[in-house]
């Protein structure tokens, strides 16, 4: 199989249509649907639907080019390294993190990697659903949680620590949170997502912990929204320190309980750099593991 009829294949899907691969590498269209036909006869696959007004991937060269664009990046870096001429990592890294750390964390640091590596396009993903890094073509992923489990390879990005918060208005419409069992009197924001309980649970100094049924009106399917929830007085919240730094320094949302961790799973939680355990990682996906890592200081 030939690594140019794979590239070609992958331009045609980037750009969209025949017309556009060739005029990017300057050819005769009918040259380049010549060559994809080839490479359709050889795997015995259609990969794209093909019309005089439009092309389309089919289900079966969708998932085929998913695998192989890693696999053709790192071909073509490995011949550059050979004969010494790679001087910038190149390509497009896809990741995916949740609504809210994509928001607040990974894009404000990409103009500075942009300027680093400027020969890399990135994809972010943002979403809070635990997307299958292999099945959808997914370089990297950042995963808040207790420390993964399964057959993906996992790197500590950086710790995090939960705080109760809640708005001064709500605060002085609601009266004050003094113990952890004043929770129950409160309104508290929860999420609606699979796994996260109504009991929040807490450690003080020692190694006791306290659980806390909460009850409240609302609750919110991402981070952003309950973050928002909390600045507009409808509750108590427990959100994570990246999340809310700001917002303590500027006063619009005041520290409960301080001397206390709070979670609503485990105490040892971080947020997690994940990437599909293949032989080889691609130049562009260690590079932006090494970036994250020093921009939040692993």
């Given at each position: 199989m030939d690594v140019r009829d794979?590239?070609?294949?992958?331009?045609?899907q980037a750009q969209g249509s025949i017309a556009g691969a060739a005029r990017v590498l300057d050819l005769d269209p009918s040259s380049v649907s010549r060559s994809l036909s080839a490479l359709e006869a050889e795997l015995g696959v259609r990969l794209f639907h093909r019309t005089t007004r439009k092309l389309s991937t089919t289900e079966e060269g969708a998932a085929f080019l998913r695998r192989v664009g890693p696999l053709v990046e790192e071909m073509q870096a490995a011949a550059q390294d050979a004969v010494g001429t790679r001087q910038q990592p190149t390509g497009t890294l896809r990741m995916t993190a949740s609504v809210a750390f994509a928001s607040q964390k990974i894009v404000p640091v990409l103009p500075a990697f942009a300027e680093r590596y400027p020969e890399i396009s990135v994809e972010v993903i943002s979403s809070d659903a635990n997307l299958d890094l292999v099945e959808q073509g997914i370089d990297l992923a950042v995963r808040l949680a207790p420390a993964p489990k399964g057959d993906l390879v996992c790197s500590k990005l950086m710790t995090t620590r939960y705080h109760l918060v809640a708005s001064p208005a709500y605060l002085e419409r609601r009266g004050a949170v003094e113990t952890l069992n004043d929770l129950c009197d409160h309104d508290?924001?929860?999420?609606?997502?699979?796994?996260?309980?109504?009991?929040?649970?807490?450690?003080?100094?020692?190694?006791?912990?306290?659980?806390v049924n909460v009850t409240g009106r609302h609750k919110f399917s991402n981070a952003l929204a309950l973050l928002e929830a909390a600045r507009q007085g409808l509750g108590v919240a427990l959100l994570a320190d990246w999340l809310v730094t700001q917002d303590l320094a500027d006063g619009r949302l005041i520290e409960l309980c301080m001397d206390h961790i709070g979670t609503m799973t485990e105490f040892e939680t971080a947020a997690y750099l994940l990437f599909p355990n293949r032989s080889y990682l691609p130049e562009k996906t260690r590079v932006m593991i090494e970036f994250l890592k020093e921009s939040f200081g692993a």
């Open positions: 794979l590239n070609l294949a992958l331009l045609v508290c924001l929860r999420y609606a997502l699979p796994g996260i309980s109504n009991v929040w649970r807490f450690r003080g100094t020692g190694t006791t912990s306290l659980d």
